[in-house]
Protein backbone atom coordinates (compact mmCIF):
# COMPACT_ATOMS: atom_id res chain seq x y z
CA UNK A 1 0.00 0.00 0.00
CA UNK A 2 0.86 3.62 -0.18
CA UNK A 3 3.35 4.89 2.39
CA UNK A 4 3.55 8.32 4.08
CA UNK A 5 6.19 9.16 6.22
CA UNK A 6 6.35 12.13 8.45
CA UNK A 7 9.38 13.88 9.89
CA UNK A 8 9.95 14.48 12.90
CA UNK A 9 7.99 12.01 15.45
CA UNK A 10 8.37 14.51 18.06
CA UNK A 11 9.83 17.69 18.67
CA UNK A 12 9.99 19.70 21.81
CA UNK A 13 10.79 23.05 21.46
CA UNK A 14 10.74 26.84 23.67
CA UNK A 15 7.59 28.86 23.06
CA UNK A 16 8.10 31.82 20.65
CA UNK A 17 10.61 28.96 18.55
CA UNK A 18 9.06 27.82 14.85
CA UNK A 19 9.07 24.23 14.55
CA UNK A 20 8.58 22.50 11.01
CA UNK A 21 7.25 19.53 10.21
CA UNK A 22 7.66 17.44 6.92
CA UNK A 23 5.43 14.94 5.09
CA UNK A 24 6.37 12.63 2.80
CA UNK A 25 4.64 10.48 0.17
CA UNK A 26 7.25 7.54 -0.18
CA UNK A 27 5.96 5.52 -3.56
CA UNK A 28 3.23 7.63 -5.03
CA UNK A 29 2.64 11.46 -6.18
CA UNK A 30 0.79 13.31 -3.47
CA UNK A 31 -1.57 15.76 -5.88
CA UNK A 32 -3.15 16.59 -2.62
CA UNK A 33 -1.88 16.52 1.08
CA UNK A 34 -3.89 17.13 4.26
CA UNK A 35 -3.13 18.54 7.89
CA UNK A 36 -4.61 17.62 10.85
CA UNK A 37 -4.57 17.96 14.91
CA UNK A 38 -5.46 15.76 17.48
CA UNK A 39 -5.78 16.57 20.83
CA UNK A 40 -5.47 13.64 23.59
CA UNK A 41 -8.41 11.71 23.43
CA UNK A 42 -10.41 13.43 20.28
CA UNK A 43 -11.04 13.01 16.92
CA UNK A 44 -8.97 14.59 14.18
CA UNK A 45 -9.59 17.89 13.50
CA UNK A 46 -8.47 19.29 9.46
CA UNK A 47 -6.62 22.04 9.87
CA UNK A 48 -5.93 22.67 5.99
CA UNK A 49 -5.88 21.07 2.55
CA UNK A 50 -2.93 21.59 0.06
CA UNK A 51 -2.82 21.31 -3.66
CA UNK A 52 0.71 20.88 -4.85
CA UNK A 53 2.22 23.98 -6.04
CA UNK A 54 -0.90 26.31 -5.03
CA UNK A 55 -1.52 27.73 -1.72
CA UNK A 56 -3.31 25.59 1.47
CA UNK A 57 -7.07 26.07 1.83
CA UNK A 58 -7.38 26.72 5.73
CA UNK A 59 -10.72 25.42 7.89
CA UNK A 60 -12.35 27.81 9.33
CA UNK A 61 -10.76 28.95 12.74
CA UNK A 62 -6.76 28.21 11.51
CA UNK A 63 -4.47 31.06 11.47
CA UNK A 64 -2.50 30.73 8.03
CA UNK A 65 -0.06 33.12 9.38
CA UNK A 66 0.54 30.74 12.62
CA UNK A 67 0.31 27.55 10.64
CA UNK A 68 2.35 28.10 7.45
CA UNK A 69 1.80 25.18 4.51
CA UNK A 70 3.76 24.48 1.85
CA UNK A 71 3.34 22.08 -0.99
CA UNK A 72 6.32 22.48 -3.13
CA UNK A 73 6.63 18.87 -4.92
CA UNK A 74 4.33 15.73 -5.87
CA UNK A 75 6.16 14.20 -2.70
CA UNK A 76 6.70 16.72 0.22
CA UNK A 77 4.39 19.10 2.26
CA UNK A 78 5.55 20.59 5.15
CA UNK A 79 3.49 22.41 8.53
CA UNK A 80 5.38 25.41 10.09
CA UNK A 81 3.98 26.45 14.05
CA UNK A 82 5.67 29.99 13.65
CA UNK A 83 6.07 31.40 17.27
CA UNK A 84 4.48 28.21 19.09
CA UNK A 85 2.97 28.74 22.12
CA UNK A 86 2.04 26.60 24.85
CA UNK A 87 -1.65 25.91 23.99
CA UNK A 88 -0.08 24.69 19.96
CA UNK A 89 1.88 21.21 21.62
CA UNK A 90 -0.83 18.64 20.17
CA UNK A 91 -0.48 15.63 18.02
CA UNK A 92 -0.26 16.67 14.25
CA UNK A 93 -0.97 14.14 11.25
CA UNK A 94 -0.45 14.49 7.72
CA UNK A 95 -2.39 12.52 5.01
CA UNK A 96 -1.76 12.50 1.08
CA UNK A 97 -4.43 11.47 -1.88
CA UNK A 98 -2.98 10.40 -4.96
CA UNK A 99 -4.37 10.93 -8.54
CA UNK A 100 -7.42 8.20 -8.90
CA UNK A 101 -6.67 7.13 -5.26
CA UNK A 102 -10.25 7.19 -3.55
CA UNK A 103 -8.68 7.30 0.06
CA UNK A 104 -6.01 9.01 1.97
CA UNK A 105 -3.17 7.75 3.53
CA UNK A 106 -2.15 8.89 6.61
CA UNK A 107 1.34 10.01 8.23
CA UNK A 108 2.28 8.03 11.37
CA UNK A 109 2.24 11.87 13.13
CA UNK A 110 4.30 14.43 15.31
CA UNK A 111 3.82 15.33 18.45
CA UNK A 112 4.58 18.68 19.24
CA UNK A 113 5.42 19.87 22.91
CA UNK A 114 5.87 23.47 23.90
CA UNK A 115 7.19 24.42 26.62
CA UNK B 1 -21.67 20.46 5.98
CA UNK B 2 -21.25 16.18 6.44
CA UNK B 3 -21.54 15.86 9.97
CA UNK B 4 -20.52 12.24 11.49
CA UNK B 5 -21.98 10.95 14.66
CA UNK B 6 -20.54 7.98 16.63
CA UNK B 7 -22.53 7.63 20.04
CA UNK B 8 -20.53 5.13 21.96
CA UNK B 9 -17.73 6.97 23.18
CA UNK B 10 -16.78 3.89 25.07
CA UNK B 11 -16.81 -0.43 24.39
CA UNK B 12 -15.68 -3.57 25.48
CA UNK B 13 -16.19 -7.06 24.39
CA UNK B 14 -14.75 -10.28 25.66
CA UNK B 15 -11.79 -11.97 23.15
CA UNK B 16 -13.34 -14.05 20.94
CA UNK B 17 -16.46 -11.96 21.29
CA UNK B 18 -18.64 -9.84 18.31
CA UNK B 19 -18.89 -6.10 18.99
CA UNK B 20 -20.89 -3.71 16.71
CA UNK B 21 -19.55 0.05 16.39
CA UNK B 22 -22.29 2.27 15.21
CA UNK B 23 -21.95 5.34 12.78
CA UNK B 24 -24.53 7.31 11.29
CA UNK B 25 -23.79 10.23 9.01
CA UNK B 26 -25.53 13.64 7.76
CA UNK B 27 -25.19 14.35 3.69
CA UNK B 28 -27.21 16.00 0.87
CA UNK B 29 -24.38 13.98 -1.57
CA UNK B 30 -25.28 10.60 -3.14
CA UNK B 31 -22.10 9.47 -3.94
CA UNK B 32 -19.68 9.49 -1.42
CA UNK B 33 -16.78 7.43 0.79
CA UNK B 34 -17.65 5.61 4.05
CA UNK B 35 -14.22 4.24 5.96
CA UNK B 36 -13.43 2.91 9.13
CA UNK B 37 -9.96 3.97 10.75
CA UNK B 38 -8.27 1.75 13.85
CA UNK B 39 -5.57 4.41 15.86
CA UNK B 40 -4.12 1.99 18.23
CA UNK B 41 -1.83 3.30 20.82
CA UNK B 42 1.21 3.85 18.20
CA UNK B 43 -1.21 6.69 16.66
CA UNK B 44 -1.01 5.47 13.39
CA UNK B 45 -4.14 5.27 11.74
CA UNK B 46 -5.08 2.51 9.75
CA UNK B 47 -7.79 1.70 7.12
CA UNK B 48 -9.89 -1.33 8.09
CA UNK B 49 -12.63 -0.61 5.78
CA UNK B 50 -14.35 1.13 3.06
CA UNK B 51 -17.63 1.53 1.58
CA UNK B 52 -18.70 3.19 -1.99
CA UNK B 53 -22.01 4.33 -1.48
CA UNK B 54 -23.03 3.40 -5.27
CA UNK B 55 -22.33 -0.22 -3.85
CA UNK B 56 -25.26 -1.85 -2.33
CA UNK B 57 -23.45 -5.14 -1.04
CA UNK B 58 -21.38 -4.54 2.62
CA UNK B 59 -17.78 -4.53 2.22
CA UNK B 60 -15.96 -6.94 4.09
CA UNK B 61 -12.47 -7.58 5.52
CA UNK B 62 -12.00 -10.76 7.17
CA UNK B 63 -12.79 -10.58 10.46
CA UNK B 64 -14.38 -6.56 9.45
CA UNK B 65 -18.14 -6.12 8.28
CA UNK B 66 -20.10 -3.36 7.64
CA UNK B 67 -23.62 -3.00 7.75
CA UNK B 68 -24.27 -0.05 5.38
CA UNK B 69 -27.96 1.38 5.17
CA UNK B 70 -28.00 4.39 2.96
CA UNK B 71 -31.50 5.78 3.38
CA UNK B 72 -30.70 5.92 6.96
CA UNK B 73 -27.60 7.14 7.05
CA UNK B 74 -26.48 4.66 8.90
CA UNK B 75 -22.53 2.41 8.76
CA UNK B 76 -22.14 0.23 11.47
CA UNK B 77 -18.80 -1.75 12.18
CA UNK B 78 -19.15 -5.32 12.93
CA UNK B 79 -15.58 -7.07 14.68
CA UNK B 80 -16.20 -11.11 14.72
CA UNK B 81 -13.54 -13.40 16.85
CA UNK B 82 -12.02 -10.15 18.48
CA UNK B 83 -8.48 -10.22 19.32
CA UNK B 84 -6.43 -8.46 21.90
CA UNK B 85 -4.83 -6.29 19.24
CA UNK B 86 -8.11 -4.73 18.05
CA UNK B 87 -8.24 -2.78 21.35
CA UNK B 88 -7.84 0.88 19.85
CA UNK B 89 -9.62 3.74 19.06
CA UNK B 90 -12.10 3.69 16.01
CA UNK B 91 -13.04 6.33 13.93
CA UNK B 92 -16.03 6.35 11.42
CA UNK B 93 -14.92 9.19 8.57
CA UNK B 94 -17.13 10.33 5.68
CA UNK B 95 -15.70 11.49 2.00
CA UNK B 96 -17.37 12.65 -0.73
CA UNK B 97 -17.01 11.74 -3.93
CA UNK B 98 -14.12 13.11 -5.90
CA UNK B 99 -13.45 15.54 -3.14
CA UNK B 100 -10.89 15.86 -1.20
CA UNK B 101 -12.34 16.38 1.95
CA UNK B 102 -13.02 13.48 4.82
CA UNK B 103 -15.04 14.15 8.10
CA UNK B 104 -14.41 12.00 11.31
CA UNK B 105 -15.98 11.06 14.10
CA UNK B 106 -15.31 11.52 17.63
CA UNK B 107 -14.29 8.05 17.71
CA UNK B 108 -15.18 5.02 20.01
CA UNK B 109 -12.71 3.65 22.31
CA UNK B 110 -12.98 0.06 21.78
CA UNK B 111 -10.87 -2.57 24.94
CA UNK B 112 -10.84 -6.29 24.26
CA UNK B 113 -10.52 -8.13 27.14
CA UNK B 114 -9.11 -11.51 27.72
Known amino acids: GAVVSQHPSWVICKSGTSVKIECRSLDFQATTMFWYRQFPKQSLMLMAT?????????EQGVEKDKFLINHASLTLSTLTVTSAHPEDSSFYICSARGQGLNEQFFGPGTRLTVL | AQTVTQSQPEMSVQEAETVTLSCTYD???????LFWYKQPPSRQMILVIR??????QNATENRFSVNFQKAAKSFSLKISDSQLGDTAMYFCAFMKYNNNDMRFGAGTRLTVKP
Open chain 2, 27 to 33: TSESNYY
Open chain 1, 50 to 58: SNEGSKATY
Open chain 2, 51 to 56: QEAYKQ
